[in-house]
């Protein structure tokens, strides 16, 4: 069983409304959460980083927010443009680094 | 340029060849990582180099995976005698120090298409 869970493993949204996505993890110990978001056919690029004492941590459109005492995290976007359409990675360290399978956003017109 | 560089983005050989494929880092990072992404999964990590200490070579899946840093840049993974379950995209990152307790933000390169025939 995969450490990092994400949900959903796909989503399709219309341009301008919000959506959210989960991330569950069971890695212990923990040092920090990141999401990523990848481009179809790009490398990932980095959207937050968000170590044991964060709670929120926002980077424009993108709020990420993470309960290390539930051991979840969820990347929530605003106003979503056609441009958000991408994979989405979240990534646990701690000793190493595990990452999940990736949520598959696509935002419509 | 100021990213993280890879060469080739595409690579198609035969079974049985050895392949080799090259990372430039952002210049002034010390960890570098390599990362394999199959058709529709996630990021599999590989192999991870941090300044002058030996690599983390703990994610190679067989012997016949091998990478190396020279002069703790330019980074190199070799593939020898490679399988058709090698077909994927390999990725390098680089960041300014390890990153995996730091909250330190990894660069990506643009990845190179491995097909095997």
């Known amino acids: 069983k995969n450490q990092v869970e994400q949900s959903p493993q796909s989503l399709i949204i219309l341009e301008g409304k919000n959506c959210t996505l989960q991330c569950n993890y069971t890695v212990s110990p923990f040092s920090n959460l990141r999401w990523y978001k990848q481009d179809t056919g790009r490398g990932p690029v980095s959207l937050t980083i968000m170590t044991f004492s964060e709670n929120t941590k926002s980077n424009g459109r993108y709020t990420a927010t993470l309960d290390a005492d539930t051991k979840q995290s969820s990347l929530h976007i605003t106003a979503s443009q056609l441009s958000d359409s991408a994979s989405y990675i979240c990534?646990?360290?701690?000793?190493?680094?595990?990452f999940g399978a990736g949520t598959r956003l696509t935002v419509k017109p | 340029g100021a990213g993280v560089s890879q060469s080739p983005s595409n690579k198609v050989t035969e079974k049985g060849k050895d392949v080799e494929l090259r990372c430039d880092p952002i210049?002034?990072?010390?960890?570098l990582y390599w990362y394999r992404q199959s058709l529709g999964q996630g990021l599999e990590f590989l192999i991870y180099?941090?300044?002058?200490?030996?690599?983390?070579k703990s994610g190679l899946p067989s012997d016949r995976f091998s990478a190396e840093r020279t002069g703790g840049s330019v980074s190199t993974l070799t593939i020898q005698r490679t399988q058709q379950e090698d077909s994927a995209v390999y990725l390098c990152a680089s960041s300014l120090y390890q990153s995996w307790q730091v909250a330190d933000t990894q660069y990506f390169g643009p990845g190179t298409r491995l097909t095997v025939l």
């Open positions: 180099f941090q300044g002058n200490s030996a690599p983390d």
């Open positions: 210049s002034g990072h010390t960890a």
């Open positions: 990534v646990v360290s701690a000793n190493d680094m595990r």
